[in-house]
């Protein structure tokens, strides 16, 4: 039962464009979200988090937003860039779980000239 | 001066045979993870040790037998191969607790024929 959802499994974008990734959850329970980015023949690596008691969380070109009541949440990407190129991957657990963090799909990303 | 590492990194073999993969992190963090990324894509956990004890353990086949000699070690043993092994096997460490950043190691490519 997959109960983090990406929908999109692919995304193309002008760099210096938004990019913008969705996210659907739906487990009610979970409170902390993250963002992954992996390139090809790595492991994923840690991009951004937000947790349930926000709305929004910045960092540099990335904010992740979260709706609770629509159990989603979103990363925008402003601007783009080429070396944003990758394979996004949405993730959300439970305090005191362990770290079990449930995955999406994914989305792959490409920053076009 | 890898934070996490798996060895090895590609692994092909027959259907029966039984194989190890081995992850070491020298982030000094005390929770380690296994996870299983499909032919879909679907990153999905498979255990977790703390300090040497398993305190995350998903369905998954008797087969699979996870080892934590020490907090910086976490190995994955593998019995009786099966075709729908093959995957790629994801290590990760913590410390301890949902919200902390997990750090993957680059992989491990296994092809079961």
């Known amino acids: 039962d997959q109960q983090v959802k990406q929908n999109s499994p692919s995304l193309s974008v002008q760099e210096g464009r938004i990019s913008i990734l969705n996210c659907d959850y739906t487990?009610?329970?979970?409170?902390?979200f993250l963002w992954y980015k992996k390139y090809p023949a790595e492991g994923p690596t840690f991009l951004i988090s937000?947790?349930?008691?926000?709305d929004k969380n910045e960092d540099g070109r990335f904010t992740v937003f979260l709706n609770k009541s629509a159990k989603h949440l979103s990363l925008h990407i402003v601007p783009s860039q080429p070396g944003d190129s990758a394979v996004y991957f949405c993730a959300a657990t439970l305090t005191d779980s362990w770290g079990k963090l449930q995955f999406g799909a994914g989305t792959q990303v490409v920053v076009t000239p | 001066d890898t934070a996490v590492s798996q060895t090895p990194k590609y692994l092909v073999t027959q259907m029966g045979n039984d194989k190890s993969i081995k992850c070491e992190q020298n982030l000094g963090h005390d929770t380690m993870y296994w996870y299983k990324q499909d032919s879909k894509k679907f990153l999905k956990i498979m255990f977790s040790?703390?300090?040497?004890?398993?305190?995350i353990n998903e369905t998954v086949p008797n087969r699979f037998s996870p080892k934590s000699p020490d907090k910086a070690h976490l190995n994955l043993h593998i019995n009786s191969l099966e075709l729908g092994d093959s995957a790629v096997y994801f290590c990760?460490?913590?410390?301890?607790?949902?919200?902390?950043?997990?750090?993957f190691g680059p992989g491990t490519r296994l092809l079961v024929l």
């Open positions: 990760a460490s913590t410390f301890g607790g949902s919200q902390e950043t997990q750090y």
């Open positions: 040790y703390n300090n040497k004890e398993l305190i």
């Open positions: 937000i947790s349930s008691i926000k």
């Open positions: 487990n009610s329970m979970f409170d902390y």
